[in-house]
């Protein structure tokens, strides 16, 4: 796992781990993707998740819900979704829905991350 220069993401990040290993070991995945993807993302927290930026425009969010992680994308609208699994009908943003670590590769997570700046 790559560790966050910012404190409060390591310290969200070591929260999860404690309270759902299961789920914080898919977001970490999922966060590992951003980072493959985009090396110069900045992290923080903020809207209770984890939302990066890339020259100081937030392009994506992980949030932790009871059921699911969501990945949101700021501009979603403009990305490819030939499997339909983003959600949201709102005038930018889309998110997806992870209920399990495979659904990284079911979903097409990565494919979706490349598209997000």
Request: cysteine-free; aromatic content about 12%; hydrophobic content about 40%.
């Amino acid at each position: 796992m790559k560790k966050s220069e910012n404190e409060k993401v390591q310290k969200f990040l070591g929260e999860i781990k404690l309270i759902d290993a299961e789920k914080s070991d898919t977001l970490i995945e999922i966060r590992e993707i951003i980072f493959t993807h985009f090396p110069k993302t900045d992290e923080r927290i903020m809207y209770g998740g984890i939302v990066f930026f890339l020259n100081d425009e937030m392009f994506s969010g992980l949030f932790l819900n009871k059921k699911h992680i969501t990945l949101e994308f700021s501009k979603g609208f403009l990305m490819e979704d030939p499997n339909r699994t983003l959600e949201g009908k709102g005038k930018y943003r889309r998110h997806l829905k992870i209920f399990t670590k495979e659904d990284i590769l079911s979903k097409g997570v990565s494919f979706l991350v490349k598209q997000a700046v």
